[in-house]
């Protein structure tokens, strides 16, 4: 029974020595090259495809301090208007570094860089009332004809706060809104994101902006079989009153 | 013993038809038939559309196409919480834009209501060869023909010309949507395209 019992012993200490010196044999770059684990990680910190080979400067920020079109650099994701007026998404636009003679409405095409707010009309028709104060929203509207594209090209950065979340039948739609042909053209859809967060909403396409007025959110049946903009909650007009980038 | 049947089922652990049990872990917080609500569910689309001008030659009739074409791929999704939508268009044997200084725009016609949805501008080259793409937050289910026109590159009227150079109708699919037991019009909300 005593021998029984000093064998036992023996081979667990041997086992635990044995399992010991096979840690002791890894090395750290055998460990990140074989364990799946730590060589995602090492993959993750130190990848050549993250810091060297596919490198891209951020789209927009260029010249200019801190603020870029990724969230690094905003002033506060809860900010409605965030870094949208100072942002430049035409190169060198607001970069007040740059001395130019260069004006770009002289090549021939209009030219839209605009920030706009927008304000709430009415809000009767909400299901819940705001917590935070009015709904408010802001716009960067960007109309131009890139170089190396001939057409013209739009883009819209839209952000909203303090819109009250809708009853489920409903949802808000976003427009640009031409005053002198009567028509409206649909930017997307959305859902608040909830008091006090803002909400973003991005639209690109290939289509000049500049023969637009104003833009508009309204409230829209969901689903909704008509195209028309159904009942007006915010607006703000892109021609008068509004900041012109520079 | 009956006691022990009717308390996992009264507590939706157990999901009876007559001709079909189902039992499930979760209770009656998991998916189930009965809590059924339309407004999770993303109704998908994914249709061609083959564009043709207004009145097609005739003489073309079983020869190779020779008159303007062109082929659309419209993808929709409804859904309330993330609506999108994607239109791809290329075109062949368009007259090349740089001849009359023009651009070809695409729109979304919904038939019903007259409004169109502008997708966007795009030129021809030789060979009369184009495409375009369009994204949007939205979904495209209200429209009915994909149209497209002929603009003019100063052009400062937002809505399609009259100019029409190819069209095709949009067959959307039908939706799937399984047959319960009448939360239709509880819901507020009708199975069938409306």
């Given at each position: 029974m005593k021998t029984l019992c000093l064998g036992i012993v023996l081979v667990i200490i041997a086992s635990s020595v044995a399992f010991a010196a096979s840690q002791l044999g890894y090395t750290a770059e055998t460990r990140y090259t074989y364990d799946p684990g730590t060589s995602v990680k090492r993959d993750i910190v130190f990848s050549s495809n993250r810091y060297w080979m596919d490198y891209v400067k951020p789209y927009g920020g260029y010249g200019s301090k801190g603020a870029s079109r990724g969230s690094f650099g905003m002033k506060g994701e809860e900010e409605g208007a965030s870094n949208l007026p100072y942002n430049d998404w035409i190169t060198r636009g607001s970069d007040p570094s740059r001395i130019s003679n260069y004006y770009a409405s002289a090549r021939g095409y209009h030219i839209v860089n605009k920030y706009v707010e927008l304000t709430s009309t009415d809000l009767s028709l909400v299901s819940r009332p705001q917590i935070n104060g009015s709904p408010t929203g802001f716009a960067r509207i960007i109309s131009i004809k890139p170089y190396q594209l001939g057409i013209p090209q739009g883009t819209v950065f839209f952000r909203t706060k303090d819109l009250p979340p809708l009853v489920p039948e409903y949802i808000y739609e976003a427009w640009l809104v031409d005053e002198d042909s009567g028509y409206s053209m649909s930017i997307g859809l959305f859902q608040p994101a909830g008091i006090g967060r803002v909400t973003t909403l991005e639209y690109t396409a290939v289509t000049p902006l500049w023969p637009f007025d104003a833009m508009m959110v309204t409230i829209e049946p969901f689903p909704d079989m008509n195209p028309l903009p159904n009942y007006v909650v915010l607006e703000g007009p892109l021609k008068e009153g509004t900041v012109g980038v520079p | 013993m009956l006691f022990l049947l009717l308390v996992p089922v009264s507590l939706g652990y157990v999901y009876l038809k007559p001709e079909d049990i189902r039992f499930r872990a979760g209770g009656p917080q998991r998916y189930n038939p009965y809590f059924y609500d339309p407004r999770v569910q993303t109704f998908k689309q994914d249709v061609w559309v083959y564009l043709t001008p207004p009145k097609p030659p005739v003489s073309a009739s079983g020869q190779p196409a020779t008159y303007p074409r062109g082929t659309a791929r419209v993808q929709s999704t409804r859904s309330p919480y993330l609506p999108n939508a994607y239109v791809t268009i290329k075109v062949k044997d368009l007259r090349p834009s740089e001849y009359d200084n023009t651009y070809y725009q695409a729109w979304l016609l919904d038939s019903d209501t007259g409004y169109s949805l502008n997708l966007g501008l795009f030129d021809t080259i030789g060979g009369g060869v184009g495409s375009m793409s369009f994204m949007s937050t939205?979904?495209?289910?209200p429209y009915d023909f994909v149209v497209i026109t002929r603009e003019p590159r100063d052009d400062k009227d937002l809505r399609p010309s009259t100019d029409v150079v190819l069209m095709g109708k949009i067959v959307w699919q039908k939706y799937y949507v399984p047959s319960l037991l009448g939360e239709k019009e509880q819901m507020g909300y009708s199975y069938e395209r409306q």
């Open positions: - | 939205n979904y495209l289910d």
